[in-house]
């Protein structure tokens, strides 16, 4: 069964640090794009950054750029997202998902932005 | 960056009606476009890729048009299943991009 589940999600204070996680399996993890992609509650889709296949080009959105790193390991199947000074604003549910377009999306982590 | 504007934000139509959901780009995307169905708030389905393309096992009645910078994602005959938000989403480059969403609503 194809299969991204993240894992990570917490409530953090303003200013702090999270790294979420998302396991893959059931598909060639490493012949994919991966992407996080969020949803704040009650609001739309926002796209946040994603990966090449090995990991040599990343692309961030303007907001999260230079807080938010992300990487993969390919012998895990797994992809991370380290987010550091976290704001109110970041407040969503993070999805991991495979390829430029997909039926693949994790079930989501919700992250919670508040003192 | 490219930025795309979903119209209408929200609408209410009667089952078998035609819907027709635009999405226009403000810059050209040629046909690197999908559209997305997402039900109870977590949900997703890939309905369209590259513009016009179905995705296997999406019912026939959602079609897909447009290239360059507008798109439509048209619903033959609304069924109550379909009650749910449509997304569009660029991806010819980064950033990806997500339309606003359009929540359809049965009359």
């Known amino acids: 069964e194809v299969q991204l589940v993240e894992s990570g999600g917490a409530l953090v204070q303003p200013g702090g640090s999270l790294r979420l996680s998302c396991a893959a399996s059931?598909?060639?993890?490493?012949?994919?794009?991966i992407n996080w992609v969020r949803q704040a509650p009650g609001k739309g889709l926002e796209w946040v950054a994603n990966i090449n296949h090995d990991g040599s080009e990343k692309y961030y959105e303007d907001s999260v750029k230079g807080r938010f790193t992300v990487s993969r390991d390919n012998a895990k199947s797994s992809l991370f997202l380290q987010m550091n000074s976290l704001r109110a604003d970041d407040t969503a549910i993070y999805y991991c998902v495979a390829g430029h377009y997909s039926n693949v999306w994790g079930q989501g982590t919700l992250v919670t932005v508040s003192s | 960056d490219i930025r795309l504007t979903q119209s209408p934000s929200s609408l209410s139509a009667s089952v078998g009606d035609r819907v027709t959901i635009t999405c226009r780009a403000s810059?050209?995307?040629?046909?690197?476009l999908a559209w997305y169905q997402q039900k109870s708030g977590k949900v997703f389905r890939l309905l369209i890729f590259d513009s016009s393309s179905l995705e296997s096992g999406v019912p026939s009645r959602f079609s897909g048009s447009g290239s360059g910078t507008d798109f439509t994602l048209t619903i033959s005959s609304l069924q109550p299943e379909d009650v749910a938000t449509y997304y569009c989403q660029k991806y010819d480059s980064a950033p990806w991009t997500f339309g606003q969403g359009t929540k359809v609503e049965i009359k």
């Open positions: 810059q050209g995307i040629t046909h690197y």
């Open positions: 059931g598909f060639p993890f490493g012949s994919y794009w």
